[in-house]
């Protein structure tokens, strides 16, 4: 009888362990997850912040760039009339005298 009871006794404590086993063990697979998921959702945070600093940075620059070709054309036309307004009045005579004559 005292084994009988001894040997219900170790597989009560063994269905403890076996139970406390499982218990810690979701308890571990869920912290995983929740861990897991966290960093994903850290990992999209950081994704986003690069996106959005890489078009600021992008927009800067381009802001830049277009000012400087604006400059740059500006300057440009400005050559091109200082070159040419000398020869409009001369230019505006030949038409005038092609349309008379």
Known sequence: MELIRKIKDA???????????????????EQFRTAKQEKL??????????????IAKAETEGKVEAEKLH???QTERDKLRKKVSPKIPAAAAKVMGYLKG
């Open 11 to 29: 597989e009560n404590q063994a269905s403890q362990i076996i139970d406390q086993g499982k218990a810690e063990a979701h308890q571990q697979a």
């Open 41 to 54: 959702e850290q990992a999209e945070l950081e994704r986003k912040k690069a996106i959005d600093q890489a």
């Open 71 to 73: 400059a740059q054309g």
